[in-house]
C-alpha cells in the first residue's frame, strides 16, 4: 500500500519516502511474492526467501527502531514462525531416520 501512495500520511508516497524505507520497501514488495510462490510449490529456495525477507523485517524493526519505527510484534511473529518451521523441519528430519531404522 505504501508502493502505491494510498495510505494516511504525508511522507508516505514512494518518491517522498526517505531512501531506506524505498529500499526496505521495494526488496520486500518483490521478495514476499516470490517466498510465497516458493512456499506454494513447496520448493527449498521458498523457505530461503521468506526467511531472509523475515530476518530483514525484523533487523528494520528490532534493530534500526528510529529508522523504521518499533514494531515488536512483527518481530516476535518472525522469530515464533521460524522457531515453527524449524521445530517441524527437525521433527520430519526425525520421523525420516526413525523410519529407515
Not at 495510505?7 to 516470490?34: C, K
Not at 523457505?47 to 510484534?73: S, T
Not at 522469530?79 to 526413525?98: D, E
Request: net charge positive; hydrophobic share 60%; glycine share 8%.
Amino acid at each position: 500500500i505504501r508502493l502505491s501512495g494510498v495510505f494516511p500520511g504525508a511522507n508516505w508516497r514512494f518518491d517522498l519516502m526517505p531512501p531506506y524505507w524505498q529500499v526496505a520497501a521495494s526488496s520486500l514488495a518483490v521478495l514476499f511474492p516470490f517466498a510465497a510462490i516458493g512456499l506454494w510449490l513447496t520448493a527449498s529456495w521458498g523457505a530461503v526467501i521468506w526467511f531472509a525477507c523475515a530476518v530483514a523485517e525484523i533487523v528494520m524493526y528490532v534493530g534500526f527502531p528510529d529508522l523504521f519505527g518499533a514494531k515488536p510484534m512483527i518481530a516476535l511473529s518472525h522469530g515464533l514462525v521460524i522457531l515453527l518451521y524449524v521445530g517441524f523441519r527437525v521433527a520430519i528430519a526425525w520421523q525420516k531416520r526413525r523410519a529407515e531404522a
